[in-house]
Nanobody, 126 residues
């Protein structure tokens, strides 16, 4: 049974930073690519960033490129999302997710992930 637990969300002012963490358990973390998604009120869940199982490849949605950084610490079974220069439009519930197959690449398709965290709220005020 895979378990993903996010932390690090909160309320910040525009321009500030937050770092989200997601600790995984249940299967060999180092073999699986990870992703961060977000869901704003009234909108569908959307891809934010992904990292390959080895950490060698990362992908981002255009709106966060240059501001967000995804990283993976296989020794700590943890994936991070460093969010800088936050904007009000970044306000959402953020979810981490683990791909359903080992050694897969990054993916922006939520259907490629079979394990999800409970979500952490990020609110950015203007």
């Amino acid at each position: 049974q895979v378990q993903l637990v996010e932390s690090g969300g909160g309320l910040v002012q525009a321009g500030e930073s937050l770092r989200l963490s997601c600790v995984a358990s249940g299967r060999p973390f180092s073999l699986y690519s990870m992703g961060w998604f977000r869901q704003a009120p009234g909108k569908e869940r959307a891809f934010v960033a992904g990292i390959s199982w080895s950490g060698g490849r990362t992908d981002y949605v255009d709106s966060v490129k240059g501001r967000f950084t995804i990283s993976k610490d296989n020794a700590k079974n943890t994936v991070f999302l460093q969010m800088n220069s936050l904007k009000p439009e970044d306000t959402a519930v953020y979810y981490c997710a683990q791909r359903r197959i080992p050694y897969g690449g990054t993916s922006s398709d939520s259907g490629q992930y079979d394990s999800w965290g409970q979500g952490t709220q990020v609110t950015v005020s203007s």
